[in-house]
């Protein structure tokens, strides 16, 4: 399943993809144009929804056959009562919502376990330009500029889990990769200084 999902879907999609169990029952948040859903349904018999305000994006996962809700995740998920799912899935839009801590706790309200990816603002690079020029990084996992990006809410892979220590969230599984999506042995020695990209498989508090 891998190897067929590394060739039709985004490499992060096809990562998370083969993280979600076959025959769950799926939320994915900020969905896009449903490729990850698509494919879900059709390779793992998943039933789900996807969220999203983008109305190109949503006529496109209508198009894909994907159920797909207009929804602004700040306005958090009060609409889905608990364990309406048994997975959900968030891909590189931590960063932007407004409440992250708060949506965590939505996602595991809702779904007995969840996948979060994005990006590491603590990786070498974002370092060393804010240590030697004293200016907001710009990276390629991380492309914006300070003042048009749609990020509000950087943070590193060790923020992260903090927060996850925090909450009592159980780490299932992290993935770390580099801009390509490969992961190596020097991320995985020191993934918060080497990695751009984690993938947080998690489970409800203990």
């Known amino acids: 399943m891998a190897a067929e999902a590394r060739e039709i879907l985004r490499p992060d999609l096809a990562i998370v993809a083969d993280m979600v169990p076959t025959g769950a029952r799926v939320l994915d948040l900020g969905c896009g144009t449903g490729e990850l859903l698509a494919f879900l349904q059709s390779h793992k018999q998943v039933r789900g929804y996807g969220l999203d305000t983008d109305p190109d994006a949503i006529t496109a996962g ?31 839009a931590l960063q932007a919502v407004r409440y992250p801590a708060q ?15 994005f990006p590491n603002f603590g990786h070498w690079s974002c370092r060393a330009q804010l240590s030697l020029r004293g200016r907001m990084p710009v990276a390629h996992h991380l492309p914006h500029r300070w ?39 020097l991320i995985n ?13 998690l489970g409800r508090p203990s």
């Open 147 to 185: 003042y048009d990006t749609p990020n509000i809410h950087l943070c590193t892979f060790a923020d992260f889990e903090a927060l996850c220590r925090d909450k009592n969230v159980s780490i299932l599984e992290r993935f770390v990769v580099d801009n390509r999506y490969r992961n190596r042995a």
């Open 103 to 117: 949506l965590i706790d939505d996602m595991l309200r809702i779904g007995r376990e969840c996948v979060v990816t």
């Open 189 to 201: 020695y020191a993934p918060n200084l080497f990695g751009t990209i984690a993938f947080y498989h």
């Open 62 to 92: 209508v198009a894909r056959g994907v159920n797909v809700v207009e929804q602004n995740l700040d306005l958090g998920l009060n609409n889905f009562p608990d364990d309406s799912f048994d997975f959900v899935v968030m891909t590189e």
